[in-house]
Structure formats: structure tokens, C-alpha cells
């Protein structure tokens, strides 16, 4: 049997029926060093249909207070880009919906950009979100060993991007695209605005080429499900990260976590 | 060899505009806009009729003859530290105000490390009635205290970055997502040629006049435009970038870039980028920075609050690469001791950042007709408490 490529694992994402695509967002190293393939697996089993992993950063400027303190904690507890591949190697066996990876584009350089582009193929990671790598920078420098190894390199637009670049961004695009809610670092936040949803709209009619999920201030059931009507899905990652700090027991505060947004 | 940028904001290999997508807009409108708008010849009448009845510009070039003698050239002292506020920062913060009224921003954020900067944005935010937030470590803002007063009094609200290492780098950091929440009514004014494309090259433009003076000045001291020695200390870098623009492109000018060594280069606890750094992204660029193997932002040291800085501005990195400028570095000891020996010999109390500067004088061979000119970047009313403690005078 042909073994499937991890492109197709995203793919195979927007050909499901039952839309509402559910990603969660976590920081590989919190709370605990170990954790990344134990929080993964049970993400999956819980229901989550896509993880992304993020990759701590002493300098995390798109992120607000909750991911920041990931971030700090993880980098305490010895967290590295070279353990975090360690761990990904587990994943081929246990993990079996798409994995993204999502960081700061300076510990990627020193890592070696092929090389880490390279790693991320081998351990079936699908795509990357780099919120300092501009788009531009990107097509210009990286995206031929981006394509080498099958990743899709997922881009941001705000309700600050034109109709004209969000066009253009999706020409460039060859998975998804992440709309950030809002004009705000992350975070979660409580409801979503009429503003918002004029934001959303004028998303739905822009027609893309490529799916959008929502991400940014998506922190439960109604917030999840009302970025779900004008999206294929949506991202949570602060809310989700409060959630781990305050479960007693690891697994079941994943799985309360994820039914909960799921409304199981 | 260029020391401009290219179209994408590049010094050779260094600079562009790393920053997420939410602040595209922003960095958009600025690169589109910045030129145009510092071009024009009546934002320069405003620009430069501010600079000299409000900063006091020119600043003088005072030929130092105690301490020429001293090193055996001759040694001119441009003097900075006699600007309104206090120190080269004023350059900026007064074109980049003027920047933010002709892009229609209403509101005024800024980072500060020692305070320096913070006061002089506070000061032309209190002179255009404009709205100043400005970002402080919680760390700084607890040892810069009178500079904390002082913006407040100036009218401008000083709110604490607490995260990280809460110094300069974080309070970088909170004024970025401060930006990121508020792109559309808010200008953010950085205080050195750091940042993303287009702020290094604004920030050195504004800073040029520096030099623009030194060659008129010196022409006038000595018939000559040049100088055979150009000193500055460098943070991020933007006195340095000012005071050696008009002589970039002239190899008979040596620059002299000096970096904080802190306790010494080996000591775990300095802030000599470029001797302990590496290429890497910081804050909107690429150049060179003290970082771990894993690329985790080193907290650097130095004794002056205002060197006490990661990186350095793209066009330093592109300065250091290719050999253009020759970076030196001073340790908190050998700044302290030439602040001292400047008040002794010429009565002129230098800032701490400065004193690095001048610390080189010690570490160069002139012959006895060099001209040497030495940006004295700020004066030392800050640092008062610090020669205090720390000097033996
Ligand atoms: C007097 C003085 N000199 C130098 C600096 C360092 O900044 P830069 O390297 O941008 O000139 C500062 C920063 O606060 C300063 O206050």
C-alpha cells in the first residue's frame, strides 16, 4: 500500500463532510517537558481534528499573555528545537491527523532551514505557521525546500488585510489560511463582534481559492461555533492553554476541554 | 560598497521587514510614505526649524584640548548632550512626530531602555498635544526612576512590560503588540535604527544631521570636511548610524563603533553583539544578535542601561561584516573611568553610553595630527547615581 503523504493528510480535511474543523493549539514543553506526544494523542482521541504545535520563543511579539507564559515555562523546562524533533518521532506511530508546526522564524534559522524543513518532512509534520516570516520573504527565499519536503506554509490575514493581498495571499497559499479575528495579539477573548463578523463575510464572499479556519480570541462553544458558520473550522490555542494549567488530571482535562468547545 | 538601503530595505544581507502580518498594514503605509513625506520641503522647514529653537542645534563641535593632548591628535567632542532632552535621541523623536501628524496618527507609543528615548518622545508628544503611551521594563523603570518621573510629568503614560526578562527587548516587544491591537490611530516611534524596513533608514536619516554638522563644522575649525577618526558607541546604533552617514562612503574616515562589554566579553554578563552574537532575526530584522544555539534571544548586560541591547541595527551588521566600520568595546570599568577622566579634564559629565565611546580613545594609536571626532552622544545627569556607587573619582 502506498504510504499517504502528510500534504494529503490536510487535505483530506476539507473533502470531509461534516465541516466545523476543530485545531488546537498547544506549546510543545508546557506545563511539562515530556508532555508533547501524551497532550498530542489525547487530543486525537478526544476529537480534535488538527494539532499545531507550538515551537517557545523568548520574543513571541504576535502573542499575548497566556501563550507568552507557555512560552517562558517551556523554555524553563529545557525545551528545544532539537528535543522537540526527538519527540516528533513517536508521532508516525500515534498521531494519524495533520500536525502544524507554528513558531518564530529565528530559532528556525539556526536550526538550518532545510535541515529543519527536512526533519518536519521526515516526522510527517504537514505545514508551518511562521507569523514573522512575511509572505513575500517567503516566495523569494524559502519556498523551494518548503515544497521539497511536502509542507504548506499556512499565512496569516486580519481584518486589516485588503481584499487586493488576501487574494493574492491565497494565490500563494496551498493549504489553508488563517484569518486572525481581530486586530489583536492572541488571546482568549469572550464573544465575537458584529465587527467581526462584517470581517468574516467579507471573507465567505471573497470566494478563495483555499479554506480559511478562524483563529485568535476562539475560546469556547459559542465562539467556536459561530466562527464555524463562516468558516471551515477554527483555532484555539490560549483558551486551551488555560485549560492545561488549571486540569487536575491531564487527560481528562483534554477531553472535557475538547467536548466542551465540540458541545459533546 | 553601498551603506544605503536597497528597494526591500536591505543593507547587503541585513535589515527587510520580519514582522507578522497584523502589522503589515502599518509598515506598508510607512515604506510607501516616508520618503515622500520627509522630502518635502516644508516638513524640512518644520524639521529643521524645530531642531534649532527647540533641540538648540547645531550642536557644537568643541575641540577638546586637554584631552587631545592627552592622546597625542587632536580631538573634537560633538556635543550631543547639549540637545534639548539631553541626548541625540530628540533627532528622531521630533521628524518621526512629525512623520505620524502627516500619516494622520492621533496617538504615540514608544520603548524605552534608560529612559532617554521615552523622555524625548514623551517631550515632542507633549509639544504637538499628542496622546504618548511609552513601554519600560519593569526592571529599568525600577532603576531609571528619575526618567520614569520625568515622562510622567512630560504628560505621558509609562506602563510596565512584565514579560521576559522585563528590560528593553520586552518593552520592544509590548510596544509591537501594543501596535499590533491598535494599527490604524497609532504611530510607534522606535529610538534607534532597529526595527523593521522602513524605521532604520528613517531613523538614520533624521539622525544624519549629525554628521551633516561635523563636515560643516570641521571645515570651518580646520578647512577640511572630514575627519580621520569617527567614535561612537552603539546600542542599537542610532548615534552611531548619525554621526557617521556623510562619511560612510569615504574610506579615508575610519568609524569606530564601540559596544558595551559589561563585566568583559567572557563574563556571561555583556552586551558586545557583535563579538558574541550571531545573524538572526530580532525585532523586525535581520542582523546580528546574542542568542543561544536553540536562536533564544540572549538578556545582555551592560552598566548603561541604553547599550544594554541584543542586537544592533541592520546597518551596523552590514557595517561590521564588511569590515567598513571596526568594532570595538569598552567594559563597564573603562567606561566609567573615561566618563570620569572627561569631567576632570574638559568639565563635560558624560552619559554612560557615551563614556564607552570615549573609552576607545585608550585602546587607539593615533599619530599627531589625526582629527578625531568623538559623538558625545548624551550627557551623564542620568547616570549621577551610578558614578556615584561605581566611580572612584
Ligand atoms: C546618551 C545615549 N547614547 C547612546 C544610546 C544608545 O542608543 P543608540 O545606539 O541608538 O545611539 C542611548 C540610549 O538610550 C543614550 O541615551
Known sequence: MEKISSTDKLASLWHREAGEILSVYFTAGYPKLHQTSEIAAKLQESGADLIEIGMPYSDPVADGPTIQQSNQVALENGMTLELLMEQLLSFEQNISIPVILMGYFNPILQYGVERFCQHCGERGVSGLIIPDLPVQEYLDHYQQVFQEFNLHNIFLITPQTSDQRIRWIDRHSSSFIYAVSDASITGARSGISERQEAYFKRLQSLDLQHPFLIGFGISDNETFRKACQYAKGAIIGSAFINALKEADELGDGIENFVHSIKGL | MSFSIDKNGYYGSFGGAFIPEMLYPNIEELGNSYLEIIQDPVFQDKFRSLLKDYVGRPSPLFLAERLSNKYGCKIYLKREDLNHTGAHKVNNTIGQILVAQKLGKQKIIAETGAGQHGVATATVCALMGMECIVYMGEVDMARQRPNVERMKLLGAEVRP?????????????????????????????????????????????????????????????????????????????????????????????????????????????????????????????????????????????????????????????????????????????????????????????????????????????????????????????????????????
Not at chain 2, 510607534?188 to 563644522?217: A, C, L, N, W
Not at chain 2, 562619511?247 to 557583535?274: K, P, W
Request: net charge negative.
Open chain 2, 161 to 393: 512590560a512584565t514579560s521576559g526578562s522585563r528590560t528593553l527587548k520586552d518593552a520592544t516587544n509590548e510596544a509591537l503588540r501594543h501596535w499590533i491591537n491598535h494599527p490604524v490611530d497609532t504611530h510607534y516611534i522606535i529610538g534607534s535604527v532597529v526595527g523593521p524596513h522602513p524605521y532604520p533608514d528613517m531613523v538614520t536619516r533624521f539622525q544624519s544631521i549629525i554628521s551633516e554638522e561635523i563636515k560643516q563644522q570641521l571645515k570651518e575649525h580646520e578647512g577640511r570636511e572630514y575627519p580621520d577618526y569617527v567614535i561612537a558607541c552603539v546600542g542599537g546604533g542610532s548615534n552611531a548610524a548619525g554621526a557617521f552617514y556623510h562619511f560612510n562612503e569615504n574610506d579615508q574616515v575610519r568609524l569606530i563603533a564601540v559596544e558595551a562589554a559589561g563585566q568583559g566579553l567572557s563574563s556571561g554578563h555583556s552586551a558586545a553583539t557583535t563579538n558574541l552574537g550571531k545573524r538572526g532575526v530580532l525585532h523586525g530584522s535581520m542582523t546580528i544578535l546574542m542568542q543561544t544555539t536553540d536562536g533564544q534571544v540572549v538578556e545582555p548586560y551592560s552598566i548603561s542601561a541604553g547599550l544594554d541591547y541584543p542586537g544592533i541595527g541592520p546597518l551596523h551588521a552590514h557595517l561590521f561584516e564588511s569590515g567598513r566600520a571596526s568594532f570595538m568595546s569598552a567594559t563597564d570599568q573603562q567606561a566609567l573611568e573615561a566618563g570620569i577622566r572627561l569631567s576632570k579634564l574638559e568639565g563635560i559629565i558624560p552619559a554612560l553610553e557615551s563614556a564607552h565611546a570615549l573609552a576607545a580613545l585608550e585602546q587607539l594609536e593615533f599619530v599627531g595630527n589625526d582629527l578625531v571626532v568623538v559623538n558625545l552622544s548624551g550627557r551623564g545627569d542620568k547616570d549621577l547615581e551610578t558614578y556615584i556607587e561605581k566611580g572612584k573619582y
